[in-house]
């Protein structure tokens, strides 16, 4: 098998949901899979040995504040990411165009790439397609994304349709600068929630031909129902025999409604985010950790879970690291949180493996937790 090759071995009869294998250098990926986000080359108070022990197979960092600090030139000294970050996994970076968009009051853009100033000292910088993949290829991650335009929400229609042909242009551009043959590079689809924009970004993107497909422009404040809306028409019209990745969409509900639309791939700051004031996530929906109730349960975080933090430690000691502000209630329930969600998407495959993932689906969005999130 040559590295990324991606094999489907399951669908489900009811949906569209597929499980697969993504072969990378680092290792196969099974996916559905979500991939906890390690922004700065680091997923915020967790070690790699814990991360691999919770089940995680791909850990995501982003180009822009890499490139900012500690700088890509550092890394490639380092001998690349997984070794500068002790991962042994795959790892994903993110082209940092989002991160760089949503800063609009801060750049300057045409067409041949985007002028943007510094979050950490307000030096000005210039990138090309061509400079970004120079960056992500110095970093040495498994997979990289093309240097995209990532519109806010919600945006006019002429926004979005110059973000389309840009995102296009700058695709094609990024496909020939890209030569690094143990890294892929993934294409991807933007169009905002408008259905003629979205089919023609899938059009020209996959016109290009790529290894993978990001779908960005998501989760950027949009109802979660025209995502999904919008979402099922570019996962039927994306190629099947290449893995579809969700960006930036992370939460429980959204992730398996997503997964049941065919998509296998997806990221979200969401698990140790929320973790960090004191929210953990279960079954039932959110649980926020700060509340009086929790003060004299000595029972697990989640008794179905059996990550670390659930098997040693109560509900009533992580109140009294949240209350006090002790790091080590940030560590902990972000290790429940990763685990939680890496649990799910494990569930997801093994219902599609057996065929019944349309009821799995239907029984997740009838319980407890499904409004929730």
Same mark, same amino acid.
């Given at each position: 098998?040559?590295?990324? $090759?991606?094999?489907? +071995?399951? +669908?489900? *009869?009811? +949906?569209?949901?597929?499980?697969? +294998?993504?072969?990378?250098?680092? &290792? *196969?990926?099974?996916?559905?899979?979500?991939m906890p986000v390690g922004t700065r080359a680091t997923v915020k108070g967790v070690t790699a040995p814990q991360l691999l022990d919770i089940g995680a197979q791909v850990v995501l960092a982003n180009t822009y504040?890499?490139?900012?600090?500690?700088?890509?030139?550092?890394?490639?000294?380092?001998?690349?990411?997984?070794?500068?970050?002790n991962w042994d996994g795959a790892i994903l970076t993110d082209s940092g165009g989002f991160q760089i968009f949503s800063l609009a009051d801060t750049l300057s853009l045409d067409d041949d790439g985007v002028r943007f100033r510094s979050i950490v000292d307000g030096v000005w910088?210039?990138?090309?397609?061509?400079?970004?993949?120079?960056?992500?290829?110095?970093?040495?991650? $498994?997979?990289a994304m093309v240097l995209?335009?990532?519109?806010?929400?919600?945006?006019? @229609?002429?926004?979005?349709?110059?973000?389309v042909r840009r995102s296009a242009s700058w695709a094609a551009r990024c496909k020939t600068a890209h030569?690094?043959?143990?890294?892929?590079?993934?294409?991807?689809?933007?169009?905002?929630?408008?259905?003629?924009?979205?089919?023609?970004?899938?059009e020209r993107t996959a016109e290009i031909g790529f290894p993978g497909y990001g779908i960005g &422009?998501?989760?950027? &404040? @949009?109802?979660?129902?025209?995502?999904? @809306?919008?979402?099922?028409?570019?996962?039927?019209?994306?190629?099947?025999?290449?893995?579809?990745?969700?960006?930036?969409?992370g939460t429980p509900t959204s992730m398996l409604r997503a997964i049941g639309l065919?998509?296998?791939?997806?990221?979200?700051?969401?698990?140790t985010r929320t973790a960090r004031t004191g929210t953990a996530l279960s079954s039932n929906g959110r649980m926020n950790l700060k509340n009086a109730r929790y003060a004299r349960d000595f029972t697990p975080l989640d008794p179905s879970c059996s990550c670390p933090t659930c098997t040693g430690y109560t509900r009533a000691y992580l109140r009294h690291l949240v209350v006090m502000k002790e790091m080590l209630g940030s560590i902990l329930i972000s290790i429940h949180n990763l685990a939680f969600l890496l649990d799910l998407m494990s569930e997801a495959r093994t219902a599609i493996e057996e065929g019944r993932y349309g009821a799995f689906l239907a029984e997740w969005m009838s319980g407890p937790g499904a409004d929730d999130y």
């Open positions: 098998m040559r590295f990324f $090759d991606y094999s489907i +071995t399951a +669908t489900d *009869p009811a +949906t569209s949901a597929r499980r697969g +294998t993504l072969h990378t250098p680092h &290792g *196969p990926v099974e996916t559905p899979v979500f504040h890499l490139f900012l600090r500690p700088g890509h030139d550092l890394i490639a000294e380092a001998g690349g990411l997984h070794a500068f970050m910088h210039s990138w090309t397609p061509e400079d970004n993949m120079a960056v992500q290829q110095a970093l040495g991650a $498994d997979i995209d335009v990532c519109p806010p929400y919600p945006a006019s @229609e002429h926004e979005v349709a110059e973000a030569h690094r043959e143990d890294q892929a590079l993934f294409g991807i689809v933007q169009g905002g929630l408008y259905p003629d924009l979205r089919a023609e970004s899938v &422009g998501y989760s950027v &404040g @949009e109802p979660h129902d025209a995502m999904l @809306e919008s979402l099922e028409p570019v996962c039927a019209a994306l190629p099947r025999e290449r893995p579809r990745y969700l960006m930036g969409v065919g998509v296998d791939m997806f990221d979200c700051v969401l698990p």
